[in-house]
C-alpha cells in the first residue's frame, strides 16, 4: 500500500544540515497496524509527513498503491491526501471556530460533497467514535479524549484506506488513550491501515507490527 | 465551500466586528462619492443644447445714468451689429450662459407648477448661441403685439408643464404663450441638471437687460475687444463695461462643480487606502495566527490555490456582511427619495461602490492569501 525506498530527508539552513531520515525502507501493507517508535527528534513525525504526502523526502521514492508520487503535481497531491488518507494529530488540530460536526465535515469540502450528505457523513462518523451528542458542541467545550475522537471521525468521513495518527495518545491519559486505541483498533479491523507514531510501549505492542527509529535511521 | 465561509466568519462575528463596521463606513463613503460621480457624469452626458465658441459677454452697467438707458442700449446693439468682426449680437439679462447669475420663476399650465429658469431675451438669442428650434420659432419682435408675451419653452419644461402634449400656442401663467420649443439648455454648463427653463422676449423700452452676447467670427483677438470696450464707453459716459469669453466662463463653472468633487474624491481616496492597509495588515496577521489551521486544511485535501481562495473567499464574506449593512442605509435613499433625485443614479452608485469595495478587499486580500498558499503543510503543523 505505501512503499518507502531509500527515503533521505535533509534539512538545511544556511548554516547547518540537518539529516532527519536516512535510507528509510519500509512497505505498510493493506490493512496493517504499525507503530513507529523512537526518542524525540528521530524522525518519526518526518517519516510520517512524508507517507502522508505532506513532505517531500530529499532522496529516495514514496509509491503509493504501486504509484510514484514524485511527479505529482499539488493537485494531485492533494486529491490523493483528500481521498486515500486520513490524518489524526497529538494536538487534535480542530478549528476553534467551528462546531463538532463543521469540522468533521471539512474533508468533504474538499470533495464538492453537498451540505446535506456532507453533514450525514459527519454524523455517521461523530456516531463511529461516541459522540453524536457532541455535534453542536466547539471544539472548546471538549475534554481532550473527546477532541481526539472528533479528529478521528474527521480522519475517517471520508472512508479513507489508510490513517496517519502522530502521538494520538500523546495528551491524553491512559484511561483516555486506551480509549483512542480502542477505537483504532476497531477501525483497522475495519480494514483501515493504519500508521501511528507513539511514545507508549504498551500502545505500540497492541499493533501488528514496530518500527524503531533512531536518528533518522530504522533500527527495528 | 460558500457555506462553509459564512460559518466560519460568522462564528467569529465579534473578532470581526471592527473589520465589517470598517468595511460599512468606506461603503457609505464611496456611496455619496459614487453618487456625486453619477450625478455628474449623468449630466455631462447630456448634450448643452448652445454652442458658446467665439461667443463674448459684455455686461453693462449704466451706473449713475438713468436718461434714455433703454435708447442707448439698442443703440449699442445696433454698433455691434455693425462690426464686421461680428457674426450675430443678442441682448439678455445678467443670467447669461456660464455667469454666477441665475433667476428662475414659477410657472403653470392648468394645475400643473413648476419652478423654471427664467432668460429675457431678444429675437437672435437662438441664432448667436446656434440654439436649434425642435417645434415652432423662436420668437420675433412682431409677435409682442399680441394679449399674451411669447415665450419658449425647453424641453424639460415642456415634460413637466404637459407631458407628452404639444405645447405650441398653449398660454402659460396666464401671460404667456408658448410659440416655440427647444432642446435642452444648460446654462451653467455641462455639469448642470438639465431642468426647465423658458425665454422671454426684451421688451423694446426695457432698461434691465443690459448684457449683451456676441458671436465673432473665428480668430477675433483681444485687440477687438479693446476697440468695442472703446466704442462702448464713448457711446455711453460713465457705463462700466465687461466683458466675458464665455470659454472661460464655462471652465469657471466646470470649476465650481470639479474642485469639490476632486477634494471629495481625496479624502475618500485616503480613507480607502487607510481601510485596505489596515485589511491587508489584519489579513496577514490571521494568516501568521492560522498557519496550523492551514497546514491541517493542506492535509485534508486542500491545494496551495484553494487555501488562497479560501481566504479571498473570507474577505469577501466579511465585505458582504459589512455591505448588507450599508445596502439597508444606502436603499433608503431611493426610497424615500432623497434630494429628489431619480433611483437609477442611486442604484448605479450601489453597484459601483459595491464592485469597488469587493476590488479592494480582492486586492487586499490577494498578496496575504498568496503567502497562505506557499506555506508548507509539514512545517505549519510543526509549529502548532
Known sequence: MITLTNIEKVYRTSSIETLALNNINLNIRKGEFVSIMGPSGCGKSTLLNIMGLLDEPSQGTVELDGQRVASYRDKELAHLRNQKIGFIFQSFHLINDLSVVDNVEIPL????????????????????????NRIKHFPKQLSGGQKQRVAIARAIVGNPEIILADEPTGNLDSAMGNEIMNILQGLNSEGATIVMVTHDESMAKRTHRLIRLFDGTQVQ | MIRHLFKLIWNKKKAHILLIVEIWASFMVLFGLATLLVVNVGNYREPLGFSYENVWAISLSNNQDTTEVAQKLQQIVQRLKAYSEVESVSRMGGNFPFSATQMNEGIGYNKQHILADHYVTDEDFAKTLAIAVVSGKWYQSADSVGKYRPIVINQKAREDLFGGQNALGKVISDKYKVVGTIANFKAKGEFMANKPAYFELVGANDAWNSTMLIKVKPGTDAVFEAKVVKDVARMVKGWSVEVDYLTDSRKTQHNLVLVPIIIAAIISGFLLINVALGLFGVLNLSIARRRGEIGLRRALGATGNGISRQFIGEIW??????????????????????????AGVYVTAIVVSVLVIYGIVT?????????AAYIQPAVALHEE
Open chain 1, 109 to 132: 469540502l474538499y470533495r464538492s460533497t453537498n451540505g446535506k450528505p456532507r453533514q450525514t457523513y459527519a454524523k455517521e462518523a461523530l456516531e463511529k467514535v461516541g459522540l453524536s
Open chain 2, 363 to 371: 486586492l487586499c486580500a490577494l498578496f496575504p492569501s498568496r503567502q
Open chain 2, 317 to 342: 464574506v466579511l465585505a458582504t456582511f459589512g455591505l448588507l449593512i450599508g445596502l439597508l442605509f444606502a436603499a433608503q435613499f431611493p426610497l424615500l427619495n432623497v434630494f429628489n433625485m431619480e
